[in-house]
C-alpha cells in the first residue's frame, strides 16, 4: 500500500514587483506552504518484523529491510507489521523544491548520487535499529556516470552559521557502489528517532578541486520578509540553499569557473514571484535580481530544464 504524504520544511518568506502584471492562479500563506505543496511526496510501505521485506520506490530506488531489524525505543523486540514511510529525490528541481539542497556541514557544495528519507514506525510510535542489520538502499544512477568517491552521509540541522539543511559524513553506515547503482547499506536511524532520517549518497570532495569564491547576491526589490535563493550548477547533481543577509545573500564557498543559475523564490499575497539569472562564478562576483510574478508551472517547467 503506497499513501502520498507531504513534510514541512522550514523557511518563509514574500517579496513584492510592483510592475508585475501576469496573473497567478496560485493561493500560498507563506513561502513554506509553497514547499509543503511542491516537495517530493512521501509514499508509505510496510514490512513484517519478523520476516522483513523489501519494495521498490517509483523512482527505482529498491529498499530491503532484513529480518529482525526493528527494536522499540526501550530495546524491546518488534513483531508484526511495521510501518515504512520513505521518498527518494534525484532531481536538483526536486531537491530545490522539498528544500533539501546537497551542502557540506559548514555550507560547502557537494555532489549527490541521490537522497533519501526514511523512517520506520508501529503504532505511531517511531522505532529505532538494531545496528546488527542494516537496512540496505539501491539507488539507480539514472544514467549519470558512477562516481567512486561517493559517502555515505546524513543529514544535520541548524549547523554553525546555517539556518537550514546540510549534510556531514556518518561513520556507522556504509556505501559501495556497483555497475547500476550506489547500494547505501543504514545501521542506525538518525537522532531524534520520530523525525525519521535523511541520508544522502554525496562525493563531499568533488568541489575541492576548484578554487572557493566569494559571490555576493542581492535583491533589487524592496524587502517584506524571507526569499529563497538557489544556486543550480550546470551539468551537476548539486544545488546550495543561500542565506540572506538583508537584502544580501552573500555566499562564501562558490567554485571559480563553473557555470549554475542562481534561482530566487517568493511569495505575497498568495502569489508566487521568482528569478532565474545564468552566471559563471568569479571571485567577488556581484549578482542582481529582481522578483517577477508568476505560476507555480512556469517556475517547475523552467526548474527542471536545469536539471
Given at each position: 500500500m503506497m499513501v502520498a504524504m507531504s513534510i514541512l520544511l522550514l523557511t518563509a518568506g514574500c517579496k513584492k514587483d510592483n510592475n508585475a502584471t501576469v496573473a497567478s492562479p496560485d493561493n500560498y500563506?507563506?513561502?513554506?506552504?509553497?514547499?509543503?505543496?511542491?516537495?517530493?511526496?512521501?509514499?508509505?510501505?510496510?514490512?513484517?518484523?519478523?520476516?522483513?521485506?523489501?519494495?521498490?520506490?517509483?523512482?527505482?530506488?529498491?529498499?530491503?529491510?532484513?529480518?529482525?531489524?526493528?527494536?522499540?525505543?526501550?530495546?524491546?523486540?518488534?513483531t508484526g507489521s511495521v510501518d515504512i514511510?520513505?521518498?527518494?529525490?534525484?532531481?536538483?528541481?526536486?531537491?530545490?523544491?522539498?528544500?533539501?539542497?546537497?551542502?557540506?556541514?559548514?555550507?560547502?557544495?557537494?555532489?549527490?548520487?541521490?537522497?533519501?528519507?526514511?523512517?520506520?514506525?508501529?503504532?505511531?510510535?517511531?522505532?529505532?535499529?538494531?545496528?546488527?542489520?542494516?537496512?540496505?538502499?539501491?539507488?539507480?544512477?539514472?544514467g549519470k556516470p558512477l562516481d567512486a568517491a561517493m559517502a555515505p552521509?546524513?543529514?544535520?540541522?541548524?549547523?554553525?552559521?546555517?539556518?537550514?539543511?546540510?549534510?556531514?559524513?556518518?561513520?556507522?553506515?556504509?556505501l559501495r557502489e556497483t555497475p547500476s547503482n550506489y547500494v547505501f547499506s543504514m545501521f542506525n536511524f538518525q537522532y531524534p528517532v520520530d523525525s525519521g532520517s535523511w541520508c544522502n549518497s554525496d562525493n563531499p570532495n568533488y568541489f575541492s578541486g576548484y578554487t572557493q569564491c566569494t559571490i555576493t547576491i542581492t535583491e533589487t526589490d524592496t524587502t517584506e520578509f524571507g526569499t529563497g535563493v538557489f544556486l543550480v550548477f550546470s551539468g551537476l547533481n548539486s544545488m546550495v540553499h543561500v542565506y540572506?543577509?538583508?537584502?544580501?545573500?552573500?555566499?562564501?564557498?562558490?567554485?571559480?569557473?563553473?557555470?549554475?543559475?542562481?534561482?530566487?523564490?517568493?511569495?505575497?499575497?498568495?502569489?508566487?514571484?521568482?528569478?532565474?539569472?545564468?552566471?559563471?562564478?568569479?571571485?567577488?562576483?556581484?549578482?542582481?535580481?529582481?522578483l517577477s510574478l508568476t505560476t507555480t508551472a512556469a517556475f517547475k517547467s523552467t526548474l527542471q530544464q536545469l536539471d
Open positions: 500563506a507563506n513561502l513554506s506552504a509553497f514547499y509543503a505543496s511542491n516537495g517530493v511526496a512521501l509514499q508509505h510501505y510496510t514490512v513484517d518484523a519478523a520476516a522483513g521485506g523489501n519494495f521498490t520506490s517509483p523512482q527505482g530506488t529498491v529498499v530491503t529491510v532484513a529480518p529482525n531489524s526493528f527494536l522499540t525505543q526501550s530495546g524491546g523486540a518488534v514511510y520513505f521518498k527518494d529525490i534525484y532531481k536538483k528541481s526536486d531537491m530545490l523544491m522539498s528544500l533539501v539542497p546537497t551542502m557540506s556541514y559548514w555550507g560547502a557544495p557537494i555532489k549527490s548520487g541521490g537522497e533519501f528519507y526514511i523512517k520506520a514506525s508501529q503504532g505511531g510510535t517511531a522505532l529505532i535499529l538494531t545496528g546488527a542489520k542494516p537496512i540496505v538502499v539501491q539507488q539507480p544512477l539514472n552521509m546524513v543529514m544535520v540541522v541548524d549547523s554553525p552559521g546555517q539556518t537550514g539543511i546540510v549534510w556531514a559524513i556518518n561513520g556507522t553506515d556504509t540572506q543577509g538583508g537584502t544580501n545573500f552573500p555566499y562564501r564557498y562558490a567554485p571559480a569557473g563553473l557555470q549554475c543559475t542562481v534561482v530566487a523564490v517568493a511569495t505575497l499575497g498568495g502569489k508566487l514571484y521568482a528569478s532565474f539569472t545564468p552566471i559563471t562564478i568569479s571571485n567577488n562576483l556581484n549578482v542582481n535580481f529582481h
